[in-house]
């Protein structure tokens, strides 16, 4: 694999590049990295496809904007453009997880003829409401903490966090995964009772040992990634959730209309975000499916946290394969 740094959208992306044929680009979520791919990009090199593994604005080897504008939605889907420009290709693939899900769907709407297919992890696609998102968490979340509230303020949760960037990285993830989650009365960072006016990390589950899906040198990389890259860059995105709302009438009753697939973990906190949680596959489907229109597969992942590439890259690389045979 070899490191590239691409010029999209009048900023730098850096990819890690590997294959030839079709193109895939694989974009990432929070606090995450290209690394995050690190289980799927053989198979997919092997399957046949050219993958570019992206850092996202603010992130790793990425340009980093100081401006909360610079991370909307429209800038983050016109990156991912750029990059399919910089390598050469008309059209590609795009698998997303966590906020790189929001990234490749909205990207598939908003550039049609350029997006092939797309595959989510996380999050499925929602088109534009009634109300922003964040406003949409500040009725649901009222008098509760939601860690997407808490970072809302510039500065408070860059403090907390990059005083001991790995305390942050370890809990963040081994608390939503599926050991994490199974501990849990109530998810500490997701609407919990702990109270508005506490910080992110309290009452976080804390594990002496790692999950088996991640080891300290994994760690020890994505730790170097975000004590190099800070943490502005990824909160800035929470902070643009009304700037999309501004920006993004066309997105308003928007459909999927290339062919998608969707899968997440059984004990993914995102499931319940807006009360939607999922009873089985079918549910799954039945639930988010109006809002595409060749929705060709969907999967619940048993025993499986929100960081499902990481935790299950066996049962997700045998799904995008799957998923990849259809088109």
């Not at 500065?155 to 989650?181: C, H, K, P, V």
């Not at 919990?192 to 006016?197: A, D, F, L, M, W």
Request: aromatic share 12%.
């Amino acid at each position: 694999m070899t490191f590239k740094v691409l010029k999209a959208n009048n900023i730098d992306i850096r990819a890690k590049i590997d294959g030839s044929g079709p193109l895939i680009v694989l974009v990432h979520g929070c606090p995450e990295s290209w690394y995050s791919w690190r289980n799927q990009i053989p198979i997919l090199v092997e399957a046949g496809y050219t993958t570019a593994a992206i850092d996202v604005r603010g992130y790793g080897g990425s340009s980093k904007p100081y401006e909360i504008e610079s991370y909307g939605m429209r800038e983050l889907t016109t990156d991912v453009i750029g990059v399919i420009d910089a390598l050469g290709f008309k059209t590609a693939i795009l698998i997303g997880h966590d906020w790189g899900a929001p990234i490749v769907w909205n990207t598939a709407v908003l550039n049609e003829k350029r997006i092939s297919a797309i595959l989510g992890l996380s999050v499925p696609f929602v088109p534009r409401g009634k109300i922003s998102t964040i406003d949409l968490w500040r009725r649901i979340y009222k008098e509760k903490f939601f860690y997407q509230l808490y970072f809302q303020e510039e500065g408070i949760a860059e403090a907390e966090f990059e005083e001991n960037i790995r305390r942050f990285l370890e809990n963040t993830y081994f608390s939503i995964d599926a050991r994490g989650m199974k501990v849990q009365k109530e998810n500490a960072i997701t609407g919990s009772s702990k109270g508005v006016n506490r910080k992110y990390l309290e009452l976080l589950p804390t594990f002496e040992t790692y999950p088996s899906w991640i080891t300290r040198a994994d760690m020890d990389y994505l730790v170097g990634e975000f004590e190099t890259s800070g943490m502005r860059g990824p909160l800035n995105r929470y902070r643009a959730q009304q700037i999309d709302f501004e920006d993004l009438l066309e997105l308003t009753d928007a459909k999927i209309k290339q062919p998608s697939a969707f899968l997440t973990g059984k004990y993914d906190p995102v499931n319940s975000f807006t009360g939607s949680t999922y009873e089985n596959n079918e549910d799954l489907k039945n639930k988010i499916g109006k809002n595409y229109e060749n929705l060709l597969s969907t999967c619940l992942l048993d025993d499986s946290g929100h960081w499902v590439q990481q935790e299950k890259p066996e049962e997700v690389n045998k799904f995008i394969l799957n998923f990849l045979s259809t088109l």
